[in-house]
């Protein structure tokens, strides 16, 4: 059965895939090794580092608990960030529709005002 979206669940969605496509192009570039993405990799995970992180990651290594702490927080970070650029484009996105409509309005006034004399 399909379901209807909200426009706020559709905009979740869009927001969800650009991440995803985001993320892995990022991926992708990391694997390849480009300096770019492995700077913002770097960039990235350095902000997400907080202090109190960062000392669970050594108490974690030094008493070999935790696993994969630093992978985790990496890829968090990675996801945070790709999220907030799909946020971002999806604004862009939205904000460039209601101009547009916008100048769509302004354009009818003005031709109604200019021809609706001369259509009567």
Known sequence: M?????????????????????????REKLLAGDTRAISDLHNCVLDALSVDAS???????????????FNALAAKAMADACEIDAIKQVERKEARRKESEREARIERRVFDRLFAGAMA
Request: charged share 20%.
């Open 55 to 69: 000392k669970q990651l050594f108490i974690d290594a030094a008493t070999g608990q935790g696993g994969n702490g």
């Open 2 to 26: 399909s379901k209807t979206l909200t426009p706020e669940e559709a905009r979740d969605a869009e927001i969800s895939e650009i991440g995803a496509t985001l993320l892995g192009a990022w």
